[in-house]
T-cell receptor, first 114, second 111 residues
């Protein structure tokens, strides 16, 4: 069974631009979560989607948004990029948002904002 | 608000040593705890998942324990190898299907 895939793997953008990242969960997994990893803040929860609905959101500004499609694939969008948005963006999938589900992570998208 | 702390932040050991990584959390109302490994610039690889009702889990040379009441978990690595060099992260699974991560322990195993 294929793991979680994320595209693109690397991205360089300029301040003020916007970016869209994509995540395909493990087949059959319906919950997708997004995390931001930076050297200063570590891993922080962005949001979680299940059945095309955002169920939970972390403490990030409205410039960060996402969506989930009917096939459970998810995208996240960051508008008006800032230098501080440079980070590794990771998505994770789990079978459903049950409390005891193991979460599986993709390889991440490395975003550099210049 | 859940806070997760990992000690030590970095560890360097000679090959063959047994070692213990520590993780503590402030809110014991967790659903489960997961240990991950991260190689530089890569994603997270799940190592062990301990359900809130369990005390420990084992996989090969790895053993993880969980003491919910005291807010602590340990990851024991037996007979360490250079290939074990990586950052090890613990994460607690809170309400809302959200993981709260510790800062990680950067492990270097020297040949």
């Amino acid at each position: 069974k294929a793991g979680v895939t994320q595209t693109p793997r690397y991205l360089i953008k300029t301040r003020g631009q916007q970016v869209t990242l994509s995540c395909s969960p493990i087949s059959g997994h319906r919950s997708v979560s997004w995390y931001q990893q930076t050297p200063g803040q570590g891993l922080q929860f962005l949001f979680e989607y299940f059945s095309e609905t955002q169920r939970n959101k972390g403490n990030f500004p409205g410039r960060f948004s996402g969506r989930q499609f009917s096939n459970s694939r998810s995208e996240m969008n960051v508008s008006t990029l800032e230098l501080g948005d440079s980070a590794l963006y990771l998505c994770a999938s789990s079978l459903d948002p049950g409390r005891e589900d193991e979460q599986y992570f993709g390889p991440g998208t490395r975003l550099t904002v210049t | 608000k859940q806070e997760v702390t990992q000690i030590p932040a970095a560890l360097s050991v000679p090959e063959g040593e047994n070692l213990v990584l520590n993780c503590s959390f402030t809110d014991s109302a967790i659903y489960n705890l997961q240990w991950f490994r991260q190689d530089p610039g890569k994603g997270l690889t799940s190592l062990l998942l301990i359900q809130s009702s369990q005390r420990e889990q084992t996989s090969g040379r790895l053993n993880a324990s969980l003491d919910k009441s005291s807010g602590r978990s340990t990851l024991y690595i037996a007979a360490s190898q250079p290939g074990d060099s990586a950052t090890y992260l613990c994460a607690v699974h809170n309400a809302g299907n959200m993981l709260t991560f510790g800062g990680g322990t950067r492990l270097m195993v020297k040949p």
